[in-house]
Structures are given as C-alpha cells and as structure tokens.
C-alpha cells in the first residue's frame, strides 16, 4: 500500500514537473525583443529624432496635440492578446481629452519607423513626442501593468527635456512585416 502511494506520488511529481519545464519553454518563446536589430535605438541617438518622428507622424495625423498614436499588425498574436490593455490606453488617453489615432501595416512607411508592435506614442499638448515604446513589457500585457499609462496620466504634470524612448525591453511583440512594397 505505501509502495502504491509512494509510486503515484513520484509519478506526479515528475508530470507536475514535466508541466511545469513545457509552460515554462512554452512562454520563454513568446518573450522577444521589442527592438532585437537596436534600429530604434540607434535612431532616438539622433538630436532630430523627436521632430524627424513627429514629422513622419503628421503625414497620418496632422494635429499631435494631446494625441496617442497606436501601431499594430492584423496578424500580429500579441496585439490580439493584448486588445483589452489597448482598448484600456485608449479609454485612458479619452478621459485626459486626448485624442487615439490608430496606424496599421497599410502605412508601410510609418511602420518603418518603428521595430515592433504593438507599440505606442504618447504626444503632449504642445505635439511633442513624449513616449515611444511598447504598452507594457514581461509575459502579459495585461490592463494595469502598462508602461504607456503613466505618461498619458501625468500628462502636463511635469516638464520633460525630451522623449522617453523605450526600446530595451522583452515582451510578447510582433517584429514589423509589412516594410516591403
């Protein structure tokens, strides 16, 4: 009898473990690099970068005051696991008057400025860039665990010497597809 017990208890242990090693392989393959080639690092190292950004931007959106600018890829998984934290920038970014925009892959050239999706600007009320990055870095990108929110919350609150471009991170995104014509 205690042989039996000790037998099942091993056995799920080993499953247990074997589960837990999967889930674990299984969700190291979803963390990438928002920026693995550094391209958007190596362009936010230029002094123009804000205005050269802002200037492609107002090709889609002429008016940046008080503006969220949303990147995303159809096809990208993580946009889609990510839609609830979004719609919630989104909703966020509405109750501080400030208006969504959204670009898409149908704006090849935009998204050439950009390294993966989903990703995110933040303009202030004077239209200059204040953030640039992903919504939220880590394993989810979950309503409340967001990079993005505090910018659009404590928009006017302080004065910024520039904009924060977050690109040294590791998430679930989608690396942009859609830069061939």
């Not at 205005?51 to 600018?69: G, W």
């Not at 898409?104 to 935009?110: L, Y």
Request: with cysteine.
């Amino acid at each position: 009898m205690k042989s039996t017990r000790w037998y099942w208890a091993v056995a799920m242990a080993i499953w247990a473990s074997v589960v837990i090693i999967l889930l674990y392989l299984t969700t190291i393959k979803t963390l990438t690099e928002f920026d693995p080639k550094q391209q958007l690092v190596t362009q936010a190292a230029s002094s123009s970068f804000d205005q050269d950004f802002k200037a492609r931007i107002q090709q889609y959106a002429p008016q940046l005051n008080n503006t969220v600018v949303h990147f995303s890829q159809s096809q990208c998984n993580c946009n889609k696991a990510a839609e609830e934290h979004i719609n919630s920038v989104k909703l966020l970014a509405q109750e501080h008057l400030m208006s969504n925009v959204v670009i898409n892959e149908d704006s090849k050239d935009m998204l050439a400025l950009i390294p993966s999706t989903p990703a995110v600007a933040v303009f202030d009320q004077d239209g200059e860039l204040q953030y640039l990055g992903p919504y939220s870095a880590g394993y989810s990108c979950t309503i409340g665990n967001g990079i993005v929110e505090s910018f659009i919350s404590n928009m006017g609150k302080s004065v910024a010497v520039g904009a924060a471009v977050i690109s040294q991170t590791k998430g679930c995104y989608c690396a942009v597809t859609a830069l061939e014509s």
